[in-house]
């Protein structure tokens, strides 16, 4: 009757070992670390730099737990924070020789001890938000009217190759603020560019008058459109800003709108602010410029002359200065897409989409400059660098790619740099707060005492009021939480206070089935029932009502995961996971338990389950 077939205990014992093993890395804690990631795309990281950093560690007296390039960055772990703060300084010394032009992002994080084999299983620990493991916290303010005037100016340019192609024409075309003026000579003229950006410009809403002589256009950008802009703004930034982040390795940042115009970004483990505020800051963008090929140029070139009026001097990979143009051609903002690729000597490169505009724009260019310089400029931290000097073969439009002297990392960082592009619009600072490491341990550990005393005092009660049946329940409850911990560590779900807090109240929740269980059996042995009978009729009759304070319970987990947000998520998403491995472990994990010590027994007399009284006459039936 309470016998469990093997491939039960075969899920059980499954069930044991995964959690077992997922939930372990937990255990090993974090060790204080300086991460190294390339600043530029002209850098990178190799045995080299690993060499460097090997070298400035041992020149500074510091012995490190381990240092290893590992994917895209280098990890040097301490013993202590001391030692890596005195550690960090070092590396930035030896990577970053000139300060003002730093190469390499040398950062404080924290990295999990896990040993090797639980990494090569791809066992991990939880991710700790912000309130436990410490970080930094920013809240940024976007600047709309920044990006509705960025919009109003591309529009600007853009109306201005349209009337060329259609022959309209025109005395000027200013932007002013966020409208476009164009003024005309005539009425018919003004007639017809209205007509035109009504029909091709569909965000703008033209308005003609006269000023003096001339007949002035003024289009200002629609309510809608505008909303539209600074949602794509905000959207950009955001992508923008992950881009960045995750070039750091930091686990789970939290990035996320708040209200109509601000970010909040969250980096745990991050503990240096300057770091964090300059790797937000930090975006690139692509400019198309002809190179300068007069002789006044040349002669700046070469160094033995100025740079001519209207050109500016760059550099380019290998260190040599070209001198190119300051009107722009085309910018990151006709970007529409960047990709590795191979050229047709199979060597790395960039392929680069342009949207219709900048494909109509990259195809007059050609046209009409074959067999002349063309630079592409990539700059970043302010700061430009002749990526590409190429000769124009021949015409090309919307795709063409970036050729030179490229490893398949770097195409792959340029690319990466490319498709994340510039911020849509300027950000400030406008809250920041630094949760140190020391508070966030005094938290995890604050944390960890709620749900040990708890667990501790649930377990007891159970132990006293129904003895060995108290003990398979507090036995199953051990296994909920070993279950919950491995399911947030697979997930690699974020825990935050508030998940701890829901942690706790799991145990309660968790136990509430055990008593459901526990009293039924009891009730069936008041009403006669043999002992074997009553474990049995126990399980089964107390299922129906343990599933459905479960799944009410479910209801309204879901419910705040669905519609909450930040600590309320967190909340919630520990809430549902606890539901669920304390119904495996409540009901199923106990009764395999009970099956296995009573099962086995065919006489069985008695259960030790407590004390069972007749409620009518006050009469003890059962002791155990």
Wanted: aromatic fraction near 6%; charge should be neutral; include cysteine.
């Amino acid at each position: 009757m309470n016998r469990y077939p093997v491939w039960k205990y075969a899920i059980i014992l499954i069930a044991l070992l995964v959690g077992g093993l997922f939930a372990l890395p937990n255990v090993f804690g974090e060790s204080p670390a300086v991460q190294v990631s390339v600043a530029k795309s002209s850098d990178k990281l190799d045995a080299v730099a690993l060499s460097k950093v090997e070298d400035a560690l041992k020149t500074a007296g510091i012995a490190p737990e381990s240092v290893a390039l590992e994917g895209t960055s280098i990890k040097a772990r301490f013993g202590d924070a001391e030692t890596q703060l005195k550690a960090k300084d070092a590396i930035q010394k030896a990577l970053n020789p000139d300060a003002n032009n730093p190469g390499f992002v040398v950062a404080l994080n924290l990295l999990s001890r896990s040993p090797a084999w639980l990494t090569a299983l791809h066992a991990s620990p939880m991710y700790l938000g912000l309130d436990l493991r410490g970080g930094v916290h920013f809240m940024l303010q976007v600047d709309m009217q920044a990006a509705l005037s960025k919009r109003a100016e591309s529009l600007a340019g853009d109306i201005r190759t349209t009337f060329r192609e259609k022959n309209v024409r025109h005395s000027g075309i200013n932007r002013n603020g966020q409208t476009i003026e164009i003024r005309f000579r005539d009425a018919q003229s003004a007639d017809a560019a209205r007509r035109i950006i009504q029909d091709q410009f569909t965000e703008l809403t033209p308005v003609v008058s006269t000023d003096g002589a001339d007949v002035k256009l003024v289009a200002s950008i629609q309510p809608l459109a505008a909303r539209t802009i600074q949602d794509q703004a905000l959207k950009q930034n955001i992508t923008t800003l992950h881009n960045r982040i995750n070039e750091l390795g930091v686990a789970e940042p939290v990035i996320q709108q708040q209200g109509l115009d601000r970010i909040v970004v969250q980096l745990p483990g991050i503990q240096d602010v300057a770091r964090a505020k300059d790797l937000i800051g930090r975006t690139a963008t692509l400019e198309v410029r002809m190179v300068d090929e007069g002789a006044e140029a040349r002669a700046a070139a070469s160094g033995t002359g100025p740079v001519p009026f209207g050109s500016e001097r760059y550099l380019e990979r290998n260190g040599q200065p070209t001198i190119v143009k300051k009107q722009v051609v085309i910018t990151g903002d006709r970007l529409n897409n960047a990709t590795t690729t191979f050229d047709q000597n199979q060597r790395p490169a960039v392929s680069i989409s342009l949207d219709a505009v900048g494909g109509r724009v990259m195809r007059d260019l050609t046209r009409e400059n074959v067999g002349k310089l063309m630079a592409i400029l990539l700059f970043e931290r302010g700061k430009g660098e002749a990526i590409s000097v190429a000769r124009i073969q021949g015409e090309f439009g919307n795709s063409f790619q970036i050729t030179g002297n490229f490893t398949a990392e770097e195409t792959n960082s340029l690319a990466l740099l490319l498709r994340a592009g510039s911020l849509a619009a300027p950000m400030e600072i406008i809250e920041e707060r630094t949760i140190g490491p020391s508070l966030g341990a005094e938290n995890i550990k604050k944390g960890f005492d709620s749900v040990k005393w708890g667990f501790v005092a649930v377990t007891a009660f159970m132990c006293i009021y129904y003895m060995l049946f108290g003990v398979i329940s507090s036995i199953a409850l051990a296994f909920n939480l070993l279950l919950l911990v491995a399911v947030l560590s697979m997930l690699q779900a974020t825990l935050t206070l508030p998940g701890m807090a829901a942690m706790a109240l799991v145990l309660g929740m968790a136990i509430d089935a055990n008593v459901l269980i526990n009293e039924r059996v009891r009730e069936e042995l008041r009403n006669g029932a043999s002992p074997q009978a009553a474990i049995h009729a126990g399980y089964d009759r107390a299922w129906a009502t343990i599933i459905d304070s479960n799944v009410t319970t479910l209801i309204a987990g879901l419910a705040l995961l669905a519609f909450g947000s930040g600590p309320v998520r967190g909340f919630a998403v520990v809430h549902c996971l606890g539901i669920l491995t304390s119904m495996f472990s409540g009901v199923f994990f106990s009764r395999g338990v009970v099956n296995l010590w009573y099962g086995r027994q065919k006489k069985l007399k008695n259960v030790s389950i407590g004390t069972v009284w007749r409620p009518d006459s006050g009469n003890q039936v059962t002791t155990s």
